[in-house]
């Protein structure tokens, strides 16, 4: 339609409701609550992502073996190595960036619940090193090779624990 001069607008038209949901995780509101939260699916109802959009996530780790990533993986990168050598490290917080990722471009597989675009592309950014820890200069990293490797999105959910802090 698109291509005939008398149309001036087309599009799509999709329709989304609670009792079409593409994953069986959005049955339980532990799972889903944040997509009423942040009016996901109305945004559905304009995108739900496109394939041409990178979206970075720096974080500790990935598995990204995970079927919520599968697919979706673009120039991932380990700050520390220089490489894409993306691998799990350290039982604590090991999973952390696998979460963050499926929740903004997980599957939509039938399993869990999809992530808020699941139909962009992840790239992948381990900031953190075979013990977990990660430096200034790590995220700083990470950040610059997002930006310069066509990352639309970056994200970054990191945390830190300086230990207790008492009066001088």
Not at 1 to 15: H, M, Q, Y
């Amino acid at each position: 339609l698109k291509s005939l001069p008398e149309v001036r607008l087309a599009f799509p038209n999709s329709l989304f409701s609670g009792d079409n949901l593409p994953d069986p995780g959005f049955s339980n509101l532990k799972q889903s609550w944040y997509f009423d939260d942040i009016e996901a699916f109305d945004a559905w109802g304009v995108t739900m992502g496109d394939s041409s959009v990178i979206v970075a996530i720096a974080d500790n780790c990935f598995d990204l073996s995970h079927p919520e990533l599968a697919g979706k993986i673009v120039m991932p990168y380990n700050v520390n190595t220089g490489n894409d050598d993306i691998h799990l490290v350290r039982d604590e917080g090991n999973m952390h960036g696998t979460h963050v990722a499926g929740t903004a471009v997980g599957n939509s597989n039938n399993g869990g619940v999809c992530g808020i675009a699941p139909n962009c592309k992840l790239m992948p950014i381990q900031v953190a090193d075979d013990n977990g820890q990660m430096q200034s200069i790590s995220i700083v990293a990470a950040a610059l090779y997002a930006i310069h490797h066509g990352a639309a999105v970056v994200n970054f959910s990191l945390g830190a624990y300086f230990g207790e802090i008492s009066p001088a």
